[in-house]
């Protein structure tokens, strides 16, 4: 009975060879600039199909009629997917691209060493972030720099405008801090003047590390590099509005033009932030020096800690020559708590 049922089904297998025929798959695989991709693995999921592409790019696979998703990986290259399907007595061509794994980023220019240079070139421990990551992670002041920068620490001291800065652990709480912070070149020298306004900037550049031999006093922990953008010979201009918790209001405006194509150039930066402060001045069980009661007096009930900040940026780039460059740069902030 057994061998009569076999019988029975070689039999229906050689009436239909479209059952046992397997369908041919083959193709070429290239990455996306036309170079080929050799000893790249296609495969069928889910079967045992499977094959490497050759030194021309080219291969070759062979499965039975169905619906299937072919896969191919190789060494340095985002894996690719497709859908495939192989019907009865069909040869099916394929042309896979894939993408490869690192792509290729405009180099960033940087100052730190005093001279224009790729951060491959300096020889310092360096942490760069650039115009768009500071918009991405809405670093806004100094503080925000905690969670990007390795080895960056930053306590406030009760306002926003006084902090203390440390740098692989290197701090001196005085008024004259362990990290120097420059600003378009300019050093801001003691802890009440270099919480800068993260506004319209260029680039970031954190050196870690002493680097007294070129920024000379407070640099023992390192140095904060922060540049604004200048202007250009495209005119460009921005509005920024942010609104957030404990009643955070923030407005910024920006405007950068030629006034001399080539030679004359203007830019203008304007920004105000508010916050409300934690704390309510609770007076309502005090007495004054004289013992009368102070509640419903003119502080009782009144919030404590309110911020406010101005901040404003003036600049004039003058090119006299190919060699020279006139500049004048001035910046104004006024940080208030009450």
């Known amino acids: 009975m057994k061998t009569t049922s076999l019988l029975l089904i070689l039999v229906a297998f050689l009436a239909n060879p479209g059952l046992v025929r397997s369908q041919v798959l083959e193709g070429t695989i290239?990455?996306?600039?036309?170079?080929?991709?050799?000893?790249?693995?296609?495969?069928?999921?889910?079967?045992?199909?499977?094959?490497?592409?050759?030194?021309?790019?080219?291969?070759?696979?062979?499965?039975?009629?169905?619906?299937?998703?072919?896969?191919?990986?190789?060494?340095?290259?985002?894996?690719?997917?497709?859908?495939?399907?192989?019907?009865?007595?069909?040869?099916?061509?394929?042309?896979?691209?894939?993408?490869?794994?690192?792509?290729?980023?405009?180099?960033?220019?940087?100052?730190?060493?005093?001279?224009?240079?790729?951060?491959?070139?300096?020889?310092?421990?360096?942490s760069i972030l650039s115009a768009e990551k500071i918009n991405d992670t809405k670093t806004w002041d100094l503080s925000s720099l905690t969670g990007?920068?390795?080895?960056?620490?930053?306590?406030?001291?009760?306002?926003?405008y006084q902090q203390?800065?440390?740098?692989?652990?290197?701090?001196?709480?005085?008024?004259?801090?362990?990290?120097?912070?420059?600003?378009?070149?300019?050093?801001?020298?003691d802890i009440a003047s270099n919480v800068f306004q993260l506004i319209?900037?260029?680039?970031i550049e954190i050196l870690r590390g002493p680097q007294g031999t070129l920024y000379g006093r407070n640099a023992l922990g390192g140095v904060i590099n922060v540049i604004t953008k200048a202007p250009s010979n495209i005119s460009t201009g921005f509005i920024d509005v942010n609104f957030g918790n404990q009643g955070l209001q923030k407005y910024a405006l920006g405007y950068k033009t030629p006034l001399i194509q080539q030679k004359l150039y203007l830019g203008i930066t304007a920004q105000y932030q508010f916050r409300e402060g934690f704390y309510i001045n609770d007076l309502s069980n005090k007495t004054s020096f004289l013992h009368e009661p102070l509640a419903g007096s003119a502080e009782d009930g009144k919030r404590m800690g309110d911020e406010s900040s101005w901040y404003t940026n003036l600049y004039l780039t003058y090119l006299p020559g190919n060699n020279w460059k006139l500049t004048f740069n001035s910046k104004f902030q006024d940080d208030r708590s009450v």
Do not use: C, W
């Open 30 to 126: 290239h990455s996306d600039s036309g170079e080929i991709v050799v000893g790249a693995k296609i495969q069928l999921l889910n079967t045992i199909a499977s094959t490497y592409s050759d030194s021309e790019g080219r291969f070759t696979l062979h499965a039975l009629p169905g619906n299937y998703v072919l896969l191919a990986e190789a060494h340095g290259y985002l894996s690719h997917t497709d859908s495939i399907s192989l019907t009865a007595d069909s040869i099916v061509h394929l042309h896979l691209t894939m993408i490869p794994l690192s792509i290729e980023m405009n180099e960033i220019m940087i100052t730190a060493s005093k001279t224009e240079s790729t951060e491959l070139l300096v020889p310092s421990a360096i």
């Open 164 to 189: 203390q800065i440390a740098i692989r652990g290197i701090s001196i709480f005085s008024e004259t801090p362990a990290t120097a912070t420059y600003i378009d070149g300019v050093n801001a020298l």
């Open 200 to 203: 319209d900037i260029e680039r």
């Open 148 to 160: 990007l920068i390795p080895n960056f620490q930053y306590g406030d001291l009760g306002v926003g």
